[in-house]
T-cell receptor
Framework: KAGVTQTPRYLIKTRGQQVTLSCSPI?????VSWYQQTPGQGLQFLFE???????NKGNFPGRFSGRQFSNSRSEMNVSTLELGDSALYLC?????????????FGEGSRLTVL | AQTVTQSQPEMSVQEAETVTLSCTYD???????LFWYKQPPSRQMILVIR??????QNATENRFSVNFQKAAKSFSLKISDSQLGDAAMYFC????????FGTGTRLKVLA
């Protein structure tokens, strides 16, 4: 069974640009969540999607958005990039509707904003 | 508000020894789950151990066990017989309606 796949793995952008990151969950998983990881801050929850609906959202500005497609693949978009958006963005999928189970993480997309 | 606090940014342990990583949390919810995740260098994060809050018995997974003190809102991870492969960032996490992670503890294992 293939794991969670995130693309691209690395990218460099400049301030003001926008970026789209993609996540393909494990087959059969309907829940996808996104996290921003920075040194000293740990993982900050961005949002969670279940069956194409945003189920929960973290405390990030509206520049951060996401969506989920009918095949459970998910994308997140960051517009008007700022230097502070440089981070490792992790996607995780899980199977159960109650989402109390294990998260399966991708390797992450490392974004550098110059 | 949900919070998870890991007060030890870095820990070291000798190979074959035992180490305990600390975690405290706060929530007003009565139904929640607690987790420890491991992130090896440049590798994917994986689940180490899970604890349901309604269960009083501490969870164990081979060399990994937790000390769950519900009243104190404490959830520490004990690693016995530490191995070089245990070197990683360890994140404590709480799940109610969403996951909240701590800031992580970097564990170094000394040969």
């Amino acid at each position: 069974k293939a794991g969670v796949t995130q693309t691209p793995r690395y990218l460099i952008k400049t301030r003001g640009q926008q970026v789209t990151l993609s996540c393909s969950p494990i087959s059969g998983h309907r829940s996808v969540s996104w996290y921003q990881q920075t040194p000293g801050q740990g993982l900050q929850f961005l949002f969670e999607y279940f069956s194409e609906t945003q189920r929960n959202k973290g405390n990030f500005p509206g520049r951060f958005s996401g969506r989920q497609f009918s095949n459970s693949r998910s994308e997140m978009n960051v517009s008007t990039l700022e230097l502070g958006d440089s981070a490792l963005y992790l996607c995780a999928s899980s199977s159960g509707e109650l989402n109390t189970g294990e998260l399966f993480f991708g390797e992450g997309s490392r974004l550098t904003v110059l | 508000a949900q919070t998870v606090t890991q007060s030890q940014p870095e820990m070291s342990v000798q190979e074959a020894e035992t180490v305990t990583l600390s975690c405290t949390y706060d929530t007003s919810e009565s139904d929640y789950y607690l987790f420890w995740y491991k992130q090896p260098p440049s590798r994917q994060m994986i689940l180490v151990i899970r604890q349901e809050a309604y269960k009083q018995q501490n969870a164990t997974e081979n060399r990994f066990s937790v000390n769950f003190q519900k009243a104190a809102k404490s959830f520490s991870l004990k690693i016995s017989d530490s191995q070089l492969g245990d070197a990683a960032m360890y994140f404590c996490a709480q799940r109610t309606y969403k996951y909240i992670f701590g800031t992580g503890t970097r564990l170094k294992v000394l040969a």
